[in-house]
């Protein structure tokens, strides 16, 4: 079923305690959506695949342009132009051809949208606007898929996760309320390392909630500095009156 072999391929995460065979296999068999495939999705697609999640679905409508080099490192000189979401399907056809990628180069309709989530293990919110954000939260509270949220911008980061499953999990809008920033990278500037550092983290985050290993950033909203190179975490609890998901 492998063109390479499982076991040697995966030797390195089989051997930890926490994941071992079984835990590999539950990568391999699952199934995951990554919503947006420039800074935050392109490290964290990457070391999807790498670690053998079986069913990687790319969502990105947008082409590749030459300012996305800087830090969307899934693309390459040669994707310019080419659909975001076939360029990376490409580059992990590269790196782990034992794995499907599906690529959706279109915008997702909101039952599209619903569909995909609700296929998903989990999924990963790489998005760069809040109407995304809030239609993948809406989405994943709906479906009872657990959604990592990433962020990033000039040298600040942050990260959280929503477990849906439970039925106490705040959502993105409890958090965040009803509106977002306007704040843009185009606009803003964003630092290249800075991105990768939460893309890669968003990457762990659902390794650790398909396999059961460790805790995750559930109730925990991580921010990084990488001016300072420091973390801190926030606490956050659930809205009662969150039009999303309060009773
Ligand atoms: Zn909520």
New binding site residues.
């Given amino acids: 079923m492998f063109t390479y072999p499982f076991e040697e391929r995966y030797s390195r995460q089989i051997r930890l305690s926490q994941i071992g065979e079984e835990g590999q296999r539950k990568l391999v068999s699952s199934r995951v959506l990554v919503i947006g495939i420039g800074g935050l999705g392109s490290p964290a697609a990457l070391y999807l695949a790498s670690a053998g999640v079986g069913h990687l679905v790319l969502s990105d409508f947008d082409r590749v342009e030459l300012s996305n080099l800087q830090r969307q490192v899934i693309h390459r000189e040669s994707s310019i132009d080419q659909l975001k979401a076939l360029s990376a399907k490409e580059t992990i056809a590269s790196l782990n051809s034992d794995i499907n990628v599906t690529a959706i180069d279109w915008q997702l309709t909101d039952d599209e949208l619903v569909d995909q989530v609700g296929q998903a293990d989990v999924v990963l919110d790489c998005s760069d606007n809040f109407e995304t954000r809030f239609a993948i939260n809406a989405a994943c509270h709906a479906c009872r898929v657990p959604l990592v949220s990433g962020a990033a911008i000039r040298f600040d980061g942050q990260l959280t996760t929503f477990d849906f499953r439970q039925e106490s999990s705040?959502?993105y809008?409890?958090l965040f309320g009803g509106e977002g920033f306007a704040e843009s990278c185009a606009a803003e500037g964003i630092l290249s390392p800075v991105v990768g550092v939460i893309g890669v983290m968003q990457a762990l985050e659902a390794v650790k909630l398909i396999t059961g290993a460790g805790e995750m950033l559930t109730g925990r909203l991580l921010l990084f500095d990488g001016l300072t190179s420091q973390f801190q975490q926030v606490r956050y609890g659930?809205?009662p009156g969150?039009s999303?998901?309060?009773s």
């Fill in positions: 705040p959502c809008h409890c659930k809205d969150c999303v998901c309060g």
